[in-house]
């Protein structure tokens, strides 16, 4: 006889509730038993496997039926003595396990086989289940009696395995999957799985909270193992993999129940689970089969829509794609096929040129022109873009100085610059040392930031745009209005300039007028803040006399001109009448009251609602209790409930419990400075027990009979994952070490595009380079080994292809580690990029 299901209950089952273990394990059938009305229901049943004619009952009909047609004649007796309503409730409360028993029977197929099951009842209030109610949970255990039989190889010691999840630990996983998936003639398949942005899981819910859930999803992982002869291993980090029978309907059970486990933390869609598959040929190496489900996984990372993939050769050809820009791109540095375009910003009426913004450009040596949108998410996803930003920076200036010295009159130019930029390197020192190296004006320079990079709210954002504007560039905030800000966002810009993108002026005709108001509320504001407005993508004359009208000064876009090369805007700008050099200045309104606002003469409600945002009015008793006493349509719509109108009295009883003390905290500190208020994140429950985040302001108003009166302004940042959060998580958990080796003249070089491996190694980046470069990293390879890594790396060369190959090194502490190389050949007769090497390190 095997173990029984309870014994087999992780150690850390004590983090969660029994209820919560077994709602999250992989059972085949759930009943629901009312002992007081004297019926039972399937709550959860797999179709196609079982015999399970009825699904809902009374106890008095259904206890016979199942022990004549659906138990084994064998254990009938067991099965109705263990089933037994009057008895049941007396024998829960007095097991030793509290309120749980168990037993093991076989349960008919639906093609008429049997196969052991273990039934598992708990119930009563001890479990968090109303008096009278029980749960019974059907476990399949058949593959875990055959191997307690001994009809199938035990699995390695338990030292092999992961404390946490209680899995697999990598290397002890390949051993045993290749002994598996050997002489069997089973479709086999490989299911590789990581949860989306598990960093940020960690720093949202805690880390206790991120263990939890590795430890729950390692206890669905390791019920397949012992029931549906699977393999599971936790990989570290948030990876896991699963070399299991290929079935894409266990596929999906498996995806949802993870799927349920990180729902049960309250999360959002940003955390969802990601599956990718591949499905083993004849002969197939089991590493093999995980790198093309890892590349699966790659493939739906941000597509919310579509969580479980299968690995398709195509995959292989875009990741391939993605390697040649690369390769090609670092060509393209040293070749000068890169270069810029200006188009130009215009003031109107006149016309005349203010200034221009360069765009970056791609030319190959053979003429063939890289789209923008083809190579910048690539140089953007695997973090080549600021390289490209400072050349293209250099460039601008180089390029000023020459027309400069050639006695002509410059314009200023906008340069881009993205998060990513301030977030890798000092870009106010850059900027500076640019200035003098070519000895222009600072006023020559200006610097267009994306306003994702302002709703981020990153702290070194802040601080090196403040440095930059205290330095004397100008900033400009690029893509306002384009998906990421909202009007109340205005009063809080440290920027000299907004770029309004104009996709308000190209609503369709529903859409128009609103579109129109939002338009005019923005132009009205900031003009009253001294905001000087750039708008761009501007098309036809109708937008150009509309934007007049509204006082709109300065225009980029293709009523005026289109992007163009440096002779053509040279040509252009050669005329000092086509030019204005007074720079941006702004047309004031009249300092106004925010009570305006209140007159429904000028503002309607919807105006006032897009101006606003999500808002209402709330009573705090100043003690342990918080209404809301009026609201917008705004608020009503992000808040998003079924039950609203009971959520806002009490409202605190919806905060989870970190946060109700920042709530009353919040409270307490806008009594206190009714000037600027206070802000916060809190995280609030939602009707299916998920949680919403929501970044809160507060302003004090007064005090009423009832109590204190607070304003208060929302916005939902539940699925909004910053790009510095992206990045602090691509830098700690890419594992793996990428090397590009470029071959020159017959001489190999070697540059580190990736070095994940840092820590494991224990050298930096540019120490790898040297060692590779001066041959040194050899001797840190096993000797056993040297000659057959020698031997391998030559004959990839003579053959022109790729290859595997796994080796033991010695790092810098002197400890042994085990790495797997990949190298892959770029064959491309326009790049120096020979192999692109992916290591990765085997866990012990």
């Known amino acids: 006889m095997s173990k029984s299901i309870l014994d087999t209950m992780p150690k850390n089952a004590e983090q969660m509730t029994t209820l919560q273990y077994f709602e999250n394990s992989s059972f085949d059938e759930l009943i629901e038993i009312?002992?007081?009305?004297?019926?039972?229901?399937?709550?959860?049943?797999?179709?196609?496997?079982?015999?399970?004619?009825?699904?809902?009952?009374?106890?008095?009909?259904?206890?016979?039926?199942?022990?004549?047609?659906?138990?084994?004649?064998d254990e009938r007796e067991?099965?109705?003595?263990?089933?037994?309503?009057?008895?049941?409730?007396?024998?829960?409360?007095?097991?030793?396990?509290?309120?749980?028993?168990?037993?093991?029977?076989?349960?008919?197929?639906?093609?008429?086989?049997?196969?052991?099951?273990?039934?598992?009842?708990?119930?009563?209030?001890?479990?968090?289940?109303?008096?009278?109610?029980?749960?019974?949970?059907?476990?399949?255990?058949?593959?875990?009696?055959?191997?307690?039989?001994?009809?199938?190889?035990?699995?390695?010691?338990?030292?092999?395995?992961?404390?946490?999840?209680?899995l697999l630990r990598e290397k002890s996983f390949f051993t045993l999957a290749r002994t598996m998936v050997t002489g069997h003639l089973i479709k086999w398949c490989v299911v590789a799985m990581d949860i989306e942005n598990f960093k940020l899981f960690n720093d949202w819910y805690g880390r206790g909270a991120g263990d939890l859930l590795l430890a729950q999803i390692g206890a669905v992982l390791k019920h397949e193992?012992?029931?549906?002869?699977?393999?599971?291993?936790?990989?570290?980090?948030?990876?896991?993999?699963?070399?299991?029978?290929?079935?894409?309907?266990r596929i999906e059970i498996l995806f949802e129940r993870v799927h349920q486990l990180v729902k049960a933390h309250g999360s959002s869609m940003g955390f969802l689970p990601a599956f990718g598959y591949s499905v083993l040929d004849q002969g197939m190496a089991i590493l093999d089969a995980l790198d093309q489900a890892l590349l699966a996984v790659s493939h739906i990372k941000g597509n919310f829509h579509n969580r479980i993939q299968a690995y398709d050769p195509s995959m292989r050809n875009?990741?391939?794609?993605?390697?040649?820009?690369?390769?090609?791109?670092?060509?393209?540095?040293?070749?000068?096929?890169?270069?810029?375009?200006?188009?130009?910003?215009?003031?109107?009426?006149?016309?005349?040129?203010?200034?221009?913004?360069?765009?970056?450009?791609?030319?190959?040596?053979?003429?063939?022109?890289?789209?923008?949108?083809?190579?910048?998410?690539?140089?953007?996803?695997?973090?080549?873009?600021?390289?490209?930003?400072?050349?293209?920076?250099?460039?601008?200036c180089a390029w000023l100085s020459r027309w400069i010295k050639s006695g002509h009159t410059p314009v200023p130019i906008s340069v881009n610059v993205s998060q990513i930029d301030i977030l890798s390197i000092d870009v106010p020192q850059f900027m500076n040392e640019l200035i003098q190296k070519y000895e222009l004006p600072k006023e020559l320079l200006k610097i267009e930031i994306t306003e994702s990079a302002y709703v981020s709210d990153s702290s070194q954002v802040k601080r090196a745009v403040q440095q930059l504007r205290d330095d004397g560039f100008l900033v400009l905030m690029d893509d306002f209005?384009?998906?990421?800000?909202?009007?109340?966002?205005?009063?809080?810009?440290?920027?000299?300039?907004?770029?309004?993108?104009?996709?308000?002026?190209?609503?369709?005709?529903?859409?128009?007028?609103?579109?129109?108001?939002?338009?005019?509320?923005?132009?009205?504001?900031?003009?009253?803040?001294?905001?000087?407005?750039?708008?761009?993508?501007?098309?036809?004359?109708?937008?150009?006399?509309?934007?007049e009208s509204l006082g709109c000064r300065y225009i980029q876009g293709y009523r005026f001109y289109r992007p163009m090369n440096v002779d053509e805007f040279e040509k252009l700008i050669e005329n000092e009448e086509n030019i204005d050099t007074h720079g941006f200045s702004?047309?004031?309104?009249?300092?106004?009251?925010?009570?305006?606002?209140?007159?429904?003469?000028?503002?309607?409600?919807?105006?006032?609602?897009?101006?606003?945002?999500?808002?209402?009015?709330?009573?705090?008793?100043?003690?342990?209790?918080?209404?809301?006493?009026?609201?917008?349509?705004?608020?009503?719509?992000?808040?998003?409930?079924?039950?609203?109108?009971?959520?806002?009295?009490?409202?605190q009883r919806y905060f989870h419990p970190n946060d109700v003390p920042v709530l009353f905290n919040m409270l307490r500190t806008a009594e206190k400075d009714r000037l600027n208020g206070s802000s916060g994140v809190c995280g609030v429950y939602r009707t299916d027990g998920s949680i919403g985040r929501f970044h809160l302001k507060f302003y004090y108003l007064e005090e009423r009979d009832n109590g204190k009166i607070f304003y208060g302004a929302m916005s939902e940042i539940t699925e909004i994952t910053s790009l510095q959060n992206q990045m602090r998580l691509l830098s700690k958990y890419s594992s793996a070490t990428v090397v590009f080796v470029k071959n020159i003249e017959n001489k190999w070089s070697y540059k580190v595009s990736v070095h994940g491996l840092r820590d494991v190694m224990g050298i930096t980046k540019e120490e790898l380079e040297e060692e590779l470069q001066s041959k040194k990293f050899y001797s840190r390879v096993d000797e056993s080994i040297q000659e057959q890594l020698k031997k391998k790396t030559?004959?990839?060369?003579?053959?022109?292809?790729?290859?595997?190959?796994?080796?033991?090194?010695?790092n810098a502490r002197d400890e042994q580690i085990e790495l797997y190389m990949k190298a892959d050949i770029v064959d491309d007769e326009y790049s120096d990029v020979r192999y692109i090497l992916n290591l990765r390190q085997l866990e012990a």
């Open 78 to 166: 067991d099965y109705i003595n263990f089933i037994e309503p009057d008895t049941l409730k007396e024998r829960l409360t007095s097991f030793e396990n509290s309120c749980l028993i168990s037993k093991q029977l076989r349960f008919r197929l639906l093609d008429g086989g049997w196969r052991w099951t273990e039934c598992v009842i708990l119930g009563g209030p001890a479990h968090a289940l109303p008096e009278d109610i029980l749960r019974m949970y059907i476990f399949d255990i058949q593959y875990q009696r055959d191997r307690a039989n001994n009809q199938i190889s035990s699995y390695p010691a338990s030292g092999n395995r992961d404390e946490l999840t209680s």
């Open 34 to 73: 009312d002992l007081a009305h004297g019926s039972c229901r399937n709550i959860y049943h797999i179709e196609g496997k079982f015999f399970v004619p009825i699904l809902k009952g009374t106890l008095s009909d259904l206890i016979p039926y199942c022990a004549d047609h659906m138990v084994h004649p």
């Open 225 to 249: 193992e012992n029931h549906h002869g699977a393999l599971a291993c936790y990989r570290g980090q948030d990876d896991f993999c699963l070399l299991m029978q290929f079935n894409t309907e």
């Open 794 to 810: 030559m004959d990839s060369i003579s053959r022109n292809s790729g290859f595997g190959f796994t080796f033991t090194m010695t």
């Open 481 to 547: 209005g384009s998906g990421y800000s909202s009007l109340n966002m205005l009063g809080k810009l440290n920027v000299d300039v907004i770029k309004l993108d104009a996709q308000f002026l190209r609503m369709n005709d529903a859409d128009d007028r609103k579109g129109i108001r939002i338009l005019e509320t923005i132009v009205n504001m900031t003009k009253t803040m001294a905001l000087p407005i750039i708008v761009e993508g501007v098309e036809t004359d109708e937008q150009v006399n509309f934007l």
């Open 318 to 396: 875009k990741t391939e794609d993605e390697y040649r820009i690369l390769s090609d791109f670092q060509h393209a540095l040293t070749h000068h096929e890169l270069y810029f375009c200006l188009q130009p910003q215009c003031q109107v009426p006149s016309g005349r040129i203010v200034g221009a913004e360069s765009l970056s450009r791609w030319k190959k040596a053979d003429g063939q022109m890289i789209r923008p949108d083809s190579f910048i998410p690539v140089l953007e996803k695997y973090g080549f873009v600021t390289d490209l930003d400072q050349y293209i920076w250099t460039e601008v």
């Open 586 to 651: 702004f047309k004031s309104n009249q300092q106004f009251l925010m009570r305006e606002f209140m007159d429904q003469n000028i503002y309607s409600d919807a105006m006032l609602n897009n101006i606003l945002g999500p808002a209402a009015l709330y009573c705090w008793d100043g003690k342990e209790n918080v209404n809301i006493e009026r609201y917008n349509e705004q608020f009503f719509r992000i808040v998003n409930v079924p039950d609203f109108v009971h959520r806002i009295k009490g409202i």
